[in-house]
């Protein structure tokens, strides 16, 4: 036990003498005021070493580096195109569009989102939302009663702006084609030759160039074309969009999605406002044609109305004229229950023809069990 108390005693005068060291060292550097001094000098060795260290660095990676900020360069100076899109619904859409929505996001490397909008704020609100997320075009989705779904293109900045009906859609994951494409590949726009022949057309033809065509050098984007954009125009003015995979350089095609259908309603001067350029004179709105169904179908239901009553009016007359009796036109002539009773030479002659018939009818009856006799006999 003394060797240990011995030892204890040794350390505890060791740690008085360096804690004594210390505040001596503390104290000339508060008479001398070199305490800022001793800091910098500090920092300026730890920054030597952090910069040889990423010298060293920069000597291994440095080629590497190099090459991927000269290529970065390079497209940042060839992306001259800067457009955006912004692509968002309006609040209570249903699955189907939402869906569009992100299909049409994930094909457009060039698109940004946003929340849902609500309807009931104007939609001049969209230009400055645009505005805040440095987008130049807006594709907007608003859905009404959750059964009909229109699509707005616009320019923000000077206009002009579109709206369409759109009908028979279906999304990627509805469809489950066969067809696949890079993400974020560039699409090769295909155009009918309808698009040129009128005014409004090729209006709406460089609209959809400008919206939905891939900017060449996005930072997003791919530089390869493996897929096609394909906008038909049918005769009765609806423009049908479907996407195509290009399989092999044979020029194959082989669908993806999503599909739908576009029926162009008004073309307006600015971005969600200003004066009507074009308004299409065939287009019926939903709402007139499921009014016109509801007319159908109640004079459906009122001719079924009209015809029940005919027939019930028909059958009530037919049972009271059978009900009803009527004299007879011919008279007593021919009345045989009311006849006189006979005398005299005519009852004789009456009473012998019964007696006849009597008879042959006893005889039939005879003839009939004789032949049953026989029949068991044999």
């Not at 999605?257 to 019926?284: H, K, T």
């Not at 059958?315 to 009900?323: G, Q």
Request: proline share 3%; aromatic share 8%.
């Amino acid at each position: 036990m003394g060797k240990f108390a011995k030892l204890k005693s040794k350390l505890a005068a060791q740690v008085e003498e360096e804690e004594k060291i210390e505040r001596e060292f503390e104290k000339k550097i508060t008479e001398t005021g070199y305490e800022a001094r001793f800091k910098d000098d500090e920092d300026d060795e730890d920054l030597e070493t952090t910069s040889e260290e990423d010298s060293d660095n920069e000597e291994e990676h440095g080629g590497k580096n190099g090459e991927a900020k000269a290529d970065e360069k390079k497209r940042a100076e060839s992306w001259t195109n800067r457009e955006r899109v912004l692509i968002l619904c309006s609040r209570g859409t249903d699955v189907r569009t939402r869906h569009l929505a992100n299909d049409l996001k994930s094909l457009m490397p060039h698109s940004k989102g946003d929340s849902k909008f609500d309807r009931q704020k104007t939609l001049t609100v969209l230009n400055e939302i645009a505005e805040m997320k440095n987008c130049t075009k807006v594709m907007y989705f608003e859905s009404r009663k959750k059964k009909d779904t229109y699509m707005w293109l616009s320019n923000v900045k000077n206009g002009p702006s579109m709206k369409f009906l759109v009908h028979n859609v279906h999304t990627m994951m509805e469809l489950k084609l066969s067809g696949n494409c890079l993400k974020a590949s560039r699409p090769i726009l295909s155009f009918n030759g309808a698009f040129d022949e009128k005014p409004e057309f090729a209006l709406i033809k460089q609209a959809l160039v400008q919206t939905l065509g891939t900017p060449q050098h996005h930072p997003r984007s791919q530089p390869f074309y493996d897929h096609v954009f394909m906008f038909s125009l049918t005769p009765d003015k609806r423009i049908w969009f479907r996407n195509f995979q290009v399989v092999d350089e044979s020029l194959q095609l082989q669908e993806i999605g999503p599909r739908f259908v576009l029926e162009l309603i008004r073309i307006f001067d600015g971005s969600f406002e200003g004066a009507v350029l074009y308004d299409n004179p065939d287009y019926v709105s939903p709402n007139q044609k499921r009014a016109e169904l509801r007319k159908m179908k109640k004079s459906e239901h009122l001719t079924r109305v009209i015809n029940r009553k005919a027939y019930n009016e028909k059958t009530k007359f037919l049972n009271e004229a059978v009900e009803q009796t009527y004299e007879d036109p011919i008279g007593e002539v021919f009345d045989t229950e009311n006849l006189p009773k006979l005398e005299g030479k005519a009852a004789k002659i009456v009473q012998k023809i019964d007696k006849k018939r009597k008879k042959k009818v006893k005889a039939g009856k005879m003839n009939a069990k004789k032949a049953r006799i026989d029949a068991s006999r044999e």
